[in-house]
């Protein structure tokens, strides 16, 4: 039984754990490695690359609202919120930044 209730509590903190950690803040590396880069390393379904600077241009110019709109609401065939419902604005927002970051 105590055997029993340490395992259980254990999974019960890991679980806190993983939900608990995209809701402390936006790490958009974290966010991009887990949702966009499936897409965006490989350039899947002619996803812009990651670092792709000539790839990213004509989007950069759109401007990092249309670009944050595409994310949320989703483009062609990226799905809204990269697929994953629970992601928040400021998590898409925050993996957009990364996205961007590579291509400055
Ligand atoms: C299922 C594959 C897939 C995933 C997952 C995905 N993308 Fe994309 N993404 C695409 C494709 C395909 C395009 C090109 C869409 C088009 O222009 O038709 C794209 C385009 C974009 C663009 C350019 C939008 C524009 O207006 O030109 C941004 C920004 C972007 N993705 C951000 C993200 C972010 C941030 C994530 C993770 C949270 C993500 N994507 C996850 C496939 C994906």
Do not use: Q
């Amino acid at each position: 039984m105590t055997r029993a209730t340490t395992v259980l509590s254990a999974a019960a903190l890991c679980a806190v754990a993983f939900v608990a950690t995209p809701a402390l803040a936006a790490d958009g590396a974290a966010v991009y490695n887990a949702n966009c880069a499936m897409c965006h390393v490989p350039g899947l379904a002619n996803a812009p690359k990651m670092g792709d600077k000539a790839a990213w241009a004509p989007r950069v110019a759109l401007g990092r609202d249309a670009l944050l709109a595409s994310a949320i609401k989703g483009k062609g065939a990226m799905p809204p919120k990269a697929g994953n419902p629970k992601l928040t604005d400021a998590e898409l927002g925050a993996a957009l930044d990364h996205m961007l970051a590579a291509v400055k």
